[in-house]
Structures are given as C-alpha cells and as structure tokens.
C-alpha cells in the first residue's frame, strides 16, 4: 500500500483520517508533515481528529512542530500551540514557546500567538 494514499483529500475526508487510525505511527511518519499540514485551520472539520491522532506522537513528531513553530505561518503556530503546546515535553519546542512568548515578533503579537505562548510556559516548570 502506498502512505502517501492515508493524506486526507478534503476538509471533509474523515474516512481517510479513520483509516489512520490502523496504522502505527512508523508507518504514518512519512506523512506527519502532510497531516500537520490539516491543523493550520482548525475550522477545517477533519483538524481536530488529526490533532486527537498525532497528540500520543507529540514527542516523536517535535522536530516537526518546532519547524511549524519557527515558520512564519502565525495562525498555524497558534493551532500547533493548541493542539500540542501543554503536552510537548521536548526541550528545544519549549524553548521555542519560551521565546515566542518572551520575545515575540511583531507577527506573533499581532496574531496573538505569544498570548497561548504565554499560558503554555505559565503551567509547564523549565
């Protein structure tokens, strides 16, 4: 079987975000950027049973955030931080939501990403 044929296809596809859940997350990690890429809108209706289906991977697919949490996509930071940010344990995302929340661009402020950034650090210890 070809991965690549688990991406969903809509905003609607939740048989493809069913099928998913067969699978462990070695055989969908080429994929994660591709079902990353469905939790830039939340209002999409497939964003949240993503989001529900990478939270148990959310050490494993770190990298992955930290590259969404240092892109310029500021509405898509704020839904990664939503999604992930009280879970995520690794040290170099927490940094990342430490600076963001810190040090934010001027981007991150006016799209209130350091807003979530701020209640993530203010209940996770460093």
């Not at 609607?12 to 998913?20: G, H, N, P, Q």
């Not at 497939?46 to 697919?61: D, N, Q, R």
Request: charged share 35%; hydrophobic share 40%.
């Amino acid at each position: 079987m070809n991965i690549k044929t688990l991406i969903p296809k809509d905003k609607f596809d939740f048989e493809t975000v069913e099928k998913l859940k067969n699978y462990s997350f070695e055989e969908i990690e080429p994929i994660i950027p591709n079902l990353l890429e469905w939790l830039q809108d939340i209002n999409w209706p497939i964003s949240k049973p993503i989001g529900e289906l990478l939270i148990p991977f959310s050490e494993k697919i770190s990298s992955e955030i930290l590259k969404i949490l240092k892109s310029e996509d500021q509405v898509w930071k704020y839904w990664i931080l939503h999604t992930f940010g009280e879970i995520v344990k690794d040290k170099m995302v927490l940094n990342e939501i430490e600076r963001i929340a810190k040090d934010p661009t001027k981007d991150e402020i006016d799209e209130e990403v350091f807003e979530i950034a701020k209640v993530i650090i203010n209940k996770n210890t460093f």
